[in-house]
């Protein structure tokens, strides 16, 4: 079955404690992106990456990293996560496509943190 | 501006028809999407129209694309209670990027 897998589905942490939000792909997607949903704001894009070792700001990165050392996998790093990172992630894969053929975005079933 | 806006609350009674809209703002996005999200849940994609058609139909929903005014509606026949959500439009922008750009998300409530 084609899907996105995302761990924990909901952490409760302290601030400044290091932690990381495992996401993994089956599809064989290059296309992997992190976005945080937050209540009247719709999904923001935190990163992307377009392939292996290959990722980039998306519209709110501050506070975040990520690696792409394997196809498959899309973790997202907070180093030092504060209250203001509280909110729901999702992660999302795709494939490349030509123009004029469509691909979907696949997402995963989310992470619900909370930083205290 | 930047953003893709829709409203952010839509209320209609079992039976009735829901119209959910959206305004997008890149006249070069090849392909506009409908997902929706249950509580709880992922997002899931609904339906989605190439920027080249008017109109898209698939049983219940009609996508309508105003490329003109870069407005996007999604229509639900005979909305059912299973049909509360929240419903994210979103546009691909760009040729080859894969860019998805959300709007906030409609959340569409169905009275009995």
């Known amino acids: 079955e084609a899907q996105v897998t995302q761990n924990p589905r909901y952490l409760i942490t302290v601030t400044g404690k290091k932690l990381t939000v495992t996401c993994s792909q089956n599809?064989?997607?290059?296309?992997m992106s992190w976005y945080r949903q937050d209540p009247g704001l719709g999904l923001r894009q935190i990163y992307y990456?377009?392939?292996?070792?290959?990722?980039d700001k998306g519209d709110v990165p501050e506070g975040y990293k990520v690696s792409r050392k394997e196809k498959r996998n899309f973790p997202l790093i907070l180093e030092s996560p504060s209250p203001n990172q509280t909110s729901l992630y999702f992660c999302?894969?795709?494939?490349?496509?030509?123009?004029?053929?469509?691909?979907?975005?696949?997402f995963g079933q989310g992470t619900r943190l909370t930083v205290v | 501006g930047e953003d893709v806006e829709q409203s952010l609350f839509l209320s209609v009674r079992e039976g009735d028809s829901s119209v959910i809209n959206c305004t997008y703002t890149?006249?070069?996005?090849?392909?506009l999407y409908w997902y929706k999200q249950e509580p709880g849940a992922g997002l899931q994609l609904l339906t989605y129209?190439?920027?080249?058609?008017d109109m898209k139909q698939d049983q219940r929903l009609t996508v309508l694309l105003n490329k003109k005014d870069k407005h996007l509606s999604l229509r639900i026949a005979d909305t059912q209670t299973g049909d509360s959500a929240i419903y994210f439009c979103?546009?691909?922008?760009?040729?080859?990027?894969?860019?998805?750009?959300f709007g906030p998300g409609t959340r569409l409530s169905v009275l009995p």
């Open positions: 129209i190439f920027s080249n058609m």
């Open positions: 990456s377009m392939n292996v070792e290959v990722t």
């Open positions: 979103a546009e691909r922008r760009g040729g080859y990027g894969q860019n998805f750009v």
């Open positions: 599809m064989n997607h290059e296309y």
């Open positions: 999302a894969s795709s494939s490349w496509t030509s123009r004029g053929r469509n691909t979907e975005a696949f």
């Open positions: 890149d006249s070069s996005s090849t392909y």
